[in-house]
Structure formats: structure tokens, C-alpha cells
């Protein structure tokens, strides 16, 4: 069973309640819709969709909204799509047009403000380049350095240039908001600069009187590494939005950025996820790559909580397969980390308390003993999240009567969440948890597992106890 979750994103190839479904049963922990390229029809569909089949299947799978974010997009062209061919010039308007293969306009006013000659400027993730020649009375004149394929609302990377946009556009705020109503669980955010931009959306959930919805800002550009730090600390975790984070600096520099936000992740206890073309070659074959098994393979053994597919679930032709084969390299890769090392990072940075040293002692003890569980009943999940920053060998249920304490564990390494009914009994809870964790895990007689958290059950605020039991 693979500790590392999965977040699958649904699109037109897996829109259907069956395809969902499928995605399920293969390891999908959390279902994620992307506002760019949907709208909130689509949005309550699938949170429909996955409680459903939560209901049918006694699964309890998240739902994550990601945000358009501030951007600038092409606008109409001919068709949908133009080709642009290297050596050709090209010009971009600001004010609306109909564009194709010599012309198009983007949607931000300020572009002849903003932008100067001597910018680059890169379109479809960086596959299209365009160098700005000069300005006329009301465009840029751009050179084709790398030709290609552009599309109506493709982003356009302009490098090297702050622009002058409102972190939360009028759509962000009306998606936020109606995502909270829909009881989403996280909200990742696209194109962070600084942490003032999460703490805008904190206060709109803080406003909504939204407490549950868990904020993951996406890092993709160079402003956000300069805050990076200050970005973690007011966050629930960080996604590593490699797309367009290599369009924005050199490709060569993005694993070493990777690893760095996965460590510093891991030391504040906040949840990593990394995020794009992880097996982009099943979206039209039925293997990966083995550049890409690495890729997988190297993210699990850094100690990242989550990976991301996008393109392979939404428009591959092999989703479920993808998601199958993702699963695979997990749980292969999860059996070379060194457990030990983790567990001694995250004690050497994390604060002695209570909870956090009986937590250290849960793992330790796991990990000495060999034990096929730890089961931890949590009213928060804050037992569970402090467990999982030490990283286990064996996988951790999570037990709670909260229904949104169950949803908002699923971005954690190795932690399994279920619903269970409210007891006060701390004998009932033993014998609960023995029967959970059997159940769950298909353990057999003479199995050892690790019980833990805070008694009495909602009166106490920290973790307090440990119980071996050999089942």
C-alpha cells in the first residue's frame, strides 16, 4: 500500500462518474479541478460526483479547486489555434482582435506600460518564444525565436516582469467562494508572489467563515522563491508547479528547487506536492518513459507528500493506467527511502512538546518493532499530521468522527483517514482501532500495531498516550 498520496486532476478524458470511479479504486486521494480550464458547473459536478461514489464505495477522497490565478492569456484566434513560425514577426495587440498567425491580443491593459524591448516572452509552457522588437502606437512587434502551436487562453510568460495584476481576480473570489459553500477541501493557488497573496485568500475563508478549506500556494516563478519562506509559514503546504516555474527560469535549475522546497517543507511540517509532467508520455502511450520512473522515484525518496497528474488524467488516453503505473513506482520507490534519516531530520527541527515527542516515539517504536500500523484517533488530525512528519514505515490510520478531519488528511504521507462513530469509552476506542486497523489493512493474526493520541477523548489537546497490542 503506497504512502505517497495521489492527486489525480479531472478533465474531459475522466469526467464521467465510471472513469471517477476508476481513478478511485486505482489511488486516487484527492480529485482536482482546474478553474483555466473549467467552470463552476463542472465544479459542483464532480464534488457531487466524488461524494457519491465516496458514499457508494465507503472511500473518503478529497476535492481540490486550483485557481486560475493572475495571468496573461491569449485571446480569440482564428479557429481556436494559430501556428507561428520561427524568423516570422508577429504582433500583440491590448485591445481585443481576432487574431492568427501574424497577430493576437492578450487580456491585460497595461502590456505597453509594462512590458520594455529586450523581453522574452514564452507561450504553451514554454515551447513558443517571442523576443519584443519595438513598440508601435498600440502593440509589440515580437520576433518568433521558437515557433509552434498557440491557443486561445494559453498563458503568456512575460520573463522578468512583475506585472500589474490583483493577486485575486473577480472570477478567483467568486470560485474561492463558491468552492467553500461546496465544502471543497484545499485550494490550490496559481502564480504566488509573495505571502501577502495567501494571507488575501486566508481572509476571504476567514470572512466566509470557512475553516476547513486548506490553502496550497503553487510556486512557479521567481518572486515566490524569494519569499519562499515566508509563503510556507503561512501555509498548509506548497506545490511544486514545475510547468511553469521551467518557463520562468532554466530548466536546468528546477530539481535542485525542487528539493530545497521539499526539505524546507518538511522542516516547518508543512505538506509538499509535486506537480507536472510526472509521466506525460502515457498521455499517448500505455508505459512511461524511464526518465519518468525516476522522476517519480527520486520525488518519493526526497520525502514529498504528494504527486500531481494533470495532462495524463484529463486528456490522456490512458488515465486510469497512469494513475495505476504511478501508484506502482510508489510503492517500489517507498521501499529504498531512509526512514531513520527522516525520522532524525524532523526531530532535530521540531519543537518539543507533548505531542511532538510521544509522536517521535510512536514512529521509533513502529519502526524498531516492525509494526504492520499505527491507528491514531484524532478529533483535529493533529496527532496524524505530527505522525506523518516522521515518517513511518508502516502506513497510519486515521480515525475521527469528523467528517472534515477525515477529508483534510488525504495530502498526508502514509496517513489513511476513515470515519468512525463518536465513543468516550477508552476500552471501546482500543478495541475500535484493533478492528479498524485489521479490517483496513488486512492484517494477520499475530500483527502488531501501535495505538496513540489524546485521552480523555475531546477534553484533552495533545497527544498523552501509546499502546502496543498485538492483534
Do not use: W
Request: overall charge negative.
Amino acid at each position: 500500500m503506497k504512502k505517497t498520496k495521489v492527486i489525480a486532476t479531472i478533465g474531459p478524458a475522466t469526467s464521467d462518474k465510471e472513469k471517477i470511479k476508476e481513478l478511485i479504486l486505482n489511488g486516487m486521494d484527492v480529485a482536482r479541478i482546474n478553474m483555466s480550464h473549467a467552470n463552476q458547473e463542472f465544479l459542483k459536478y464532480v464534488v457531487d460526483t466524488v461524494q457519491e461514489l465516496n458514499k457508494e464505495l465507503n472511500t473518503f477522497v478529497s476535492t481540490m479547486l486550483d485557481t486560475e490565478g493572475p495571468s496573461v492569456r491569449v485571446e480569440h484566434l482564428e479557429g481556436g489555434f494559430a501556428y507561428l513560425t520561427k524568423g516570422d514577426k508577429i504582433r500583440i495587440y491590448e485591445e481585443s482582435i481576432l487574431g492568427d498567425h501574424t497577430k493576437f491580443s492578450v487580456r491585460y491593459t497595461k502590456l505597453l506600460e509594462n512590458v520594455k524591448g529586450n523581453t522574452t516572452l514564452k507561450i504553451n509552457d514554454g515551447l513558443v518564444e517571442l523576443f519584443v522588437l519595438e513598440k508601435g502606437p498600440n502593440y509589440l512587434l515580437c520576433e518568433v525565436i521558437e515557433g509552434g502551436r498557440i491557443e486561445e487562453g494559453n498563458r503568456v510568460n512575460i520573463i522578468g516582469i512583475n506585472l500589474e495584476l490583483p493577486f485575486l481576480s473577480e472570477r478567483d473570489r467568486s470560485d474561492i467562494l463558491y468552492a467553500s459553500k461546496l465544502n471543497v477541501d484545499f485550494v490550490a493557488l496559481s502564480f504566488v508572489s509573495t505571502h501577502e497573496d495567501v494571507l488575501e485568500v486566508n481572509d476571504l475563508l476567514i470572512d466566509a467563515e470557512d475553516a476547513h478549506m486548506a490553502i496550497l500556494p503553487k510556486i512557479e516563478n521567481a518572486y515566490a522563491l524569494e519569499d519562499l519562506d515566508e509563503i510556507i509559514k503561512v501555509s498548509d503546504g506548497i506545490i511544486v508547479a514545475r510547468g511553469d516555474l521551467g518557463v520562468e527560469l532554466p530548466l536546468e535549475k528546477i530539481p535542485g528547487i525542487q528539493k530545497q522546497i521539499i526539505n524546507k517543507c518538511h522542516h516547518a511540517s508543512k505538506v509538499s506536492i509535486v506537480a507536472t509532467e510526472m509521466m506525460t508520455s502515457m498521455e499517448e502511450k500505455t508505459r512511461p518513459t524511464r526518465a519518468e520512473v525516476s522522476d517519480v522515484a527520486n520525488a518519493v525518496l526526497e520525502g514529498v507528500d504528494c504527486m500531481l497528474l494533470a495532462g495524463e488524467t484529463t486528456v490522456g488516453k490512458y488515465p486510469t493506467e497512469s494513475l495505476s503505473m504511478m501508484a506502482r513506482i510508489i510503492e517500489s520507490a517507498e521501499e529504498d527511502i531512509d526512514y531513520y534519516e527522516l525520522l532524525n531530520q524532523a526531530m532535530r527541527t521540531e519543537k518539543q512538546d507533548t505531542t511532538c515527542s510521544l509522536s517521535y516515539s510512536v514512529v521509533e517504536c513502529a519502526n524498531r518493532l516492525k509494526a504492520a500500523a499505527i491507528v491514531a484517533p484524532t478529533m483535529s488530525g493533529y496527532t496524524a499530521k505530527k505522525i506523518s512528519r516522521f515518517r513511518p514505515t508502516c502506513p497510519i490510520l486515521a480515525m475521527s468522527p469528523d467528517m472534515e478531519t477525515v477529508k483534510s488528511l488525504n495530502i498526508y504521507y502514509g496517513v489513511y483517514p476513515i470515519l468512525i462513530e463518536n465513543t468516550k469509552s477508552f476500552d471501546k476506542m482500543m478495541e475500535l482501532s484493533k478492528h479498524q486497523a485489521t479490517k483496513k489493512f488486512i492484517l494477520a493474526e499475530g500483527s502488531r500495531i501501535i495505538i496513540t493520541g489524546g485521552y480523555p477523548f475531546k477534553e484533552v489537546k495533545h497527544t498523552n498516550f501509546m499502546k502496543i497490542e498485538d492483534l
